[in-house]
Structure formats: C-alpha cells, structure tokens
C-alpha cells in the first residue's frame, strides 16, 4: 500500500527523480540539495533531447510544486531569502581575461599580481558585467576570445575597507583568516591566489528550464 503525502509534505528525490518525504534545511543546505538534484535531472542519456524519462520527472515536479524553473543562483538566493528571512553568507566574484588565459587559470590556478591597490594577489569583482567588458577590453587587445571565471567565496572570509589607496603597493593585505580584501570604496577586490584555486566554481551547475 502506497502511502499518501500532502503536496508540501514532499518533494523530488535528488537521486532517483522519485517522490520522498519533504526535509527542512538551512538555506545553504537546501541550494546544495536543489543543485545535485538539477544536475541528475538534466542528464540526457543517449538521447537528442529530453528523454521519456526527463520529461515525466519534469511532469511529476511540476505537479507537486518542486520544479526548478531555471533560477540562476542569484535568484535562488533572493527566494530563500524571502522564505526564510536569512541571507546565504556567499560571495560570487568574477575575473575576466581572455579565453586561453581563463583556461590556464582553471587547469594551473591563477598568478597574482605583485603589486595592486589592495596589495599582491588575484583580483577580482562582484560585478560580471564589469568582469565580461573587461574581458572584452583585454582579448581585444590580444586578439583573443573573452572569458570570464568565477568564485565562490564565504562572505565571513571577506575584509572590507574604505581606506583610499595611495597608488599601488606590495604589502600583502590578505591573510590566512581573511584572504579576500574588499575596498568599497574603489571597488576593487584582491583573493590570496591559493585560496582562489580552491573556491573557483570550474563546471557550473545545468538548470532545467520549463519547455514553452
């Protein structure tokens, strides 16, 4: 006999697509949760398109209000926030370069800098766009394709400061507890390069997007 659950008493198994009981999770655990279950669920074994498979796991999501409507990871943290009122302590930051340099980077790990505003090290920005036209602003010049790498970062590893830097300097300003530094002021973010190596999101996660 099959046991018979109320709509938000569960939701799709991150493994099997199948309906198992619904688990309250802090907000960090439930993206992590909601990111593997994207990543099986997407997979299209030997076949064009979605398989059988994939379209009743879709169905069945839709249907029991578990369906993952191809949220970006900014918009996942906006949802949970407003679900839970807490806010994921992550930082997303991005560096642009040119598409053979983003390769040796995610293969090697990045070379900081000597010297820089915020001292020696790997720097970095919040803001994509501004990563993307710096990416393009460099391959251009090198005559190369853009591209831009991303980190994920705790927001507790984050050193903030408004101090206007007097030119460039090669005082290392990270630390072991605080290897990213953040003028909020300036802008500029400077990432210790063997922590950036660690945090570097190297294959992004698939989403499922609804079929129109």
């Not at 907000?27 to 398989?51: F, H, I, T, V």
């Not at 498979?53 to 369906?67: E, F, M, V, W």
């Amino acid at each position: 006999m099959h046991t018979i659950y109320e709509k938000d008493e569960v939701e799709i198994g991150s493994k099997t697509g199948g309906l198992v009981p619904a688990k309250k999770r802090p907000a960090a655990k439930q993206y992590e949760y909601e990111k593997e279950r994207r990543r099986n669920l997407s997979k299209k074994p030997g076949m064009s398109g979605d398989s059988p498979l994939i379209q009743a796991l879709r169905k069945r999501a839709q249907s029991t209000g578990n369906y993952a409507e191809g949220k970006t990871y900014s918009q996942f943290l906006d949802e949970a926030f407003k679900r839970t009122g807490k806010t994921i302590g992550f930082k997303v930051l991005h560096h642009g370069s040119d598409q053979d340099s983003v390769k040796s980077i995610k293969r090697t790990g990045p070379k900081p800098s000597s010297k820089g505003s915020e001292g020696p090290g790997h720097y970095v920005t919040p803001d994509r766009k501004k990563a993307e036209k710096y990416a393009e602003f460099t391959s251009k010049q090198r005559k190369k394709k853009p591209a831009v790498v991303s980190y994920r970062v705790p927001a507790k590893k984050v050193s903030k400061t408004d101090t206007i830097p007097k030119g460039l300097t090669s005082q290392q300003k990270t630390t072991k507890e605080k290897p990213v530094v953040q003028n909020t002021r300036t802008g500029h973010v400077a990432m210790d390069a063997d922590y950036a190596n660690k945090r570097m999101i190297r294959n992004p996660s698939p989403t499922i997007r609804r079929n129109r």
